[in-house]
């Protein structure tokens, strides 16, 4: 059965503090909500490509050895397999598109 909407109560939190919203077939939204700076976060690499986009605060995003500071209105992409780290520098919240699903 395919899901059309998931209401805010229903959404699920993650290992790492995100916010599972909606999933289809081939992406699955998160949201990153009011995450607080506690230094760079370790480099990790991800067997999904993710598209996100600023809602307010700001981050440090390093991904193949480019940083990029993040504003609220930057969208920002880390392709599937690439190395990436990043660190909050203002209280965050972002929301990502993954492909394929991520979460539950």
């Known amino acids: ?3 059309y909407k998931v209401s805010q109560r ?3 939190h993650g290992p790492d503090g995100e916010h599972h919203l909606i999933r289809g077939q081939h992406a699955s939204m998160r949201l990153w909500h009011r995450e607080e700076p506690a230094g760079e ?3 990790t690499r991800a067997e999904y490509e993710t598209l996100g986009y600023v809602i307010s605060g700001r981050a440090e995003l390093t ?3 480019q940083t990029v ?4 209105g930057d969208s920002y992409c880390v392709p599937m397999n690439a190395p990436h780290r990043y660190r909050i520098l203002e209280t965050l919240t972002a929301v990502e598109v993954t492909t394929p699903p991520t979460g539950k």
Not at 69 to 72: K, S, V
Request: hydrophobic share 20%; net charge negative.
């Open 1 to 3: 059965m395919t899901t």
């Open 10 to 12: 229903d959404t699920t």
């Open 41 to 43: 976060k370790p480099e």
């Open 63 to 65: 991904v193949d050895g």
């Open 69 to 72: 500071t993040l504003e609220p």
